[in-house]
Every structure is written in C-alpha cells, then in structure tokens.
C-alpha cells in the first residue's frame, strides 16, 4: 500500500474515531491487512512541509488556474485540551471565542479559480521562544515569527509558485496597514478585507497631509470612493 493511501485511511480513523486512537487500534479495525508497524513507520517519517502540498497540488492548480483567481488566507485551532504542552500543541488566543485556548494552530493559504478551491501553503505556528509577561509575571510561550509576518511570506510562496491570482481575501485579524501595502506595492495585487469599526481613515490626500483622520463608524461611504489608512 503506498504511504499516500495510507495516510487517507488513517486521516479517516482519527476524524470518525471517539476514544483512544492508536496504531494497534487501527490495524486491528483493518483486520490485520494493515499491521501497526505500516502506520508506525509512516507517522515517524519527517513532518511534511508547505513545498511537499505544493508538489502535490500543483498539476491540479494549473488546471483550474485563472487570473482572476483569489488567494484566501486564514488561520485555525484544532483545540487539543487533554494533550501535554509542547511547542506545538500550547495556548493559543482564539479571536472567534475572545479567550486562549490549548490547541495547534496553524494558518492555511486557499487558491480558488473557476468555482474549485485548492489549499496551496500551510505554516503551523511554533512557540519555541519563552518570555515572562509584565501584566500577570507569569512565564509564557511565544513564536519567534508573527502571524502577519506569516501572512506575507504564504503570499510571497503563492506569487513564487506563479498561481495566478487578482485579490487576497482574509478576516479582520490581518487587516494591517503593512499586509495591504504588501499586497499592492509588492505583489501589485488588491485585497478584501474586513477593518474594525473605531479604524481611523482619511478620505482623501491632502486629509492625510493634514492629519484628518476619521473613525471608520463615523463615515458614510458610497461606492469606489478611495480612502487612505
């Protein structure tokens, strides 16, 4: 059985499974035609990396591939509670539950063209660095890398991998001034995305120069009207 068909079998045993999972548990769900030391050979191989997806989705990309296409980035926790700590799996801030969670976290980047969506980057988020934090003293992990950082550089693989793509799509949490001048200055692409309400803007240039700058909940904008952050 080739390690690809393996990993599907096993991805399925642990998205149905509800107790324990384990190799013996699956090869024995199998009936033998798969034996413990199969799987066990298969999870100890190196951790597969972004450029691994994208060898594998690549000849797929070039078929739907449009250049109106859009790139969708956003970021997940797969909530892990019961799991010792580890650079990995550690507390994460969920911005959907307004609290910190255990869990991984990992940031994904979408292709989608021609009504298909393909996943073509991934970055899991490793807090490998420790610091004491000044508000409760207590010691605390964090990644050397931002997650707006990681943003960047999943487009930056995304334009390098020639996907043709027109806009960049993501929620609020990477609605930073430095992401959108990335997007337009260096990729000479454009974006959709969401902004908080007590955002400050100006409506024109010379409001800029001027330092006119407006709350976002205070403005009533009508179409293709330009504002600068």
Request: proline residues 3%; hydrophobic residues 40%; aromatic residues 10%.
């Amino acid at each position: 059985m080739k390690n690809s068909e393996l990993l599907d079998i096993y991805s399925d045993y642990l998205i149905s499974a509800f107790g324990q999972t384990t190799a013996t548990g699956l090869a024995s769900l199998l009936g033998g035609s798969v034996s413990h030391d199969q799987i066990q050979r298969l999870l100890a191989q190196a951790p597969s990396s972004a450029a691994d997806l994208w060898q594998v989705v690549k000849p797929y990309v070039r078929q739907i591939q449009q250049v109106d296409g859009v790139i969708i980035i956003d970021d997940t926790i797969a909530e892990k509670p019961y799991t010792d700590e580890n650079e990995i799996i550690c507390w994460h801030y969920d911005h959907s539950q307004d609290r910190s969670v255990k869990g991984i976290n990992f940031v994904t980047c979408l292709y989608h063209a021609g009504g298909y969506s393909l996943p073509v980057g991934f970055s899991l988020v490793a807090k490998t660095e420790y610091y004491v934090d000044k508000k409760d003293g207590k010691r605390k992990r964090r990644s050397p890398i931002s997650k707006n950082e990681t943003y960047r550089d999943l487009l930056t693989n995304a334009r390098n991998n020639q996907i043709p793509f027109q806009y960049v799509l993501n929620d609020v949490w990477y609605s930073a001034a430095e992401n959108m001048m990335f997007i337009q200055h260096d990729l000479d692409k454009d974006f959709i995305m969401l902004l908080k309400s007590n955002r400050k803007l100006a409506i024109s240039l010379p409001a800029k120069r001027n330092g006119q700058w407006v709350r976002i909940n205070s403005l009533t904008l009508k179409a293709k009207v330009v504002v600068i952050e």
